[in-house]
């Protein structure tokens, strides 16, 4: 196992969740040694033995860390990605929608190219993009995102099947909005990191379908992905439990987090 020091920008949900299971040794060898949020008053009691806290980025990034896990929002990875690139530390993002600006990630993956740094997905709220970007080396036909959301959970959303509909109404699952990621991720931001994930690892924001789906009696965010191609034909279904303390964010998006930082700390990587 790889010694590595990992610095933390956001620390909230996803960040508190990574900051607990790096404590614990959940993450393997890697060691938090600076966090990065905007809150005035450190978010956790400093000792010689906590990571140091900082609302400056340049101190933050002056820090001795092999990388940076972004756990904040689209607008800060905008913001810092290039500059944590330009350092040369790997960047793992979670923020992932902000990657539906095929220029900004294009400009990332040439700055990133230029000063030996990598960028990192994690597969977030859903699993199974080992496989897709496997099967996208040949051709993929098809993939298709089906997200049933609670009522809740999408609060304040329009359909774009049927402006009309008051989601408080329905009754039976409700499709809300089918065709191409690339609209999606506009119209539907809630949703915009798992479409944007699925993308990525597969044939694209335009080819890649997505249907989101108001279920009246449901109570978790279920992501469906079916594929077809030369490969054959998967489907998967992730039925996600909120985390403890974000209902907006899955506890398998901050368990990914996790696991990709343990990863990096590996010599053997499974998957991927
Ligand atoms: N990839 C996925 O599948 C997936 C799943 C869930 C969430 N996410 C994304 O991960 C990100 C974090 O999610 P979360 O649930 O932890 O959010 P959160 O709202 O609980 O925490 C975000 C943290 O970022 C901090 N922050 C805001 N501006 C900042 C700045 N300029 N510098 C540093 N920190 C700043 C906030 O103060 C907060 O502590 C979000 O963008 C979310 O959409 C991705």
Redesign the pocket.
């Known amino acids: 196992m790889n010694a590595v020091k990992i610095g933390l920008?956001?620390?909230?949900?996803?960040?508190r969740m990574l900051a607990k299971a790096i404590r614990d040794g959940a993450a393997g060898d890697a060691t938090l040694v600076a966090v990065?949020?905007?809150?005035e008053e450190p978010p956790f009691e400093l000792s010689p033995d906590s990571p140091a806290y900082t609302t400056n980025i340049d101190s933050f990034l002056s820090m001795d860390m092999a990388a940076v896990v972004e756990?904040?929002?689209?607008e800060?990875l905008k913001e810092y990605a290039p500059l944590v690139v330009k350092s040369g530390r790997s960047l793992v993002a979670?923020?992932?929608?902000a990657f539906g600006d095929k220029a900004f990630l294009e400009q990332l993956g040439d700055l990133a190219t230029g000063h030996r740094s990598r960028i990192l997905i994690?597969s977030?709220?859903i699993g199974g993009l080992d496989a897709i970007s496997a099967a996208a080396i040949d051709q993929i036909h098809e993939i298709t995102l089906t997200t049933t959301k609670p009522v809740t959970a999408l609060a304040g959303v329009k359909s774009a099947i049927d402006p009309q509909l008051d989601l408080d109404s329905v009754t039976t699952p409700t499709c809300i909005y089918d065709g191409p990621a690339e609209e999606a991720v506009a119209r539907f931001p809630l949703n915009i990191?798992?479409a944007a994930?699925l993308s990525l690892a597969g044939i694209g924001f335009a080819r890649t379908r997505v249907r989101i789906v108001v279920d009246p009696e449901g109570t978790r965010n279920i992501h469906r992905i079916d594929a077809r191609g030369v490969f054959g034909e998967l489907s998967l279904e992730f039925a996600n439990n909120p985390s403890p303390t974000?209902p907006?964010?899955?506890y398998l998006?901050a368990l990914s987090a996790i696991r990709l930082v343990k990863t990096l700390t590996e010599a053997v990587r499974i998957g991927g």
């Open positions: 920008i956001g620390y909230g949900t996803i960040g990065k949020d905007i809150y756990a904040a929002s689209q800060v979670m923020s992932v929608g994690p977030g709220a990191n798992v994930a974000n907006k964010t899955s998006a």
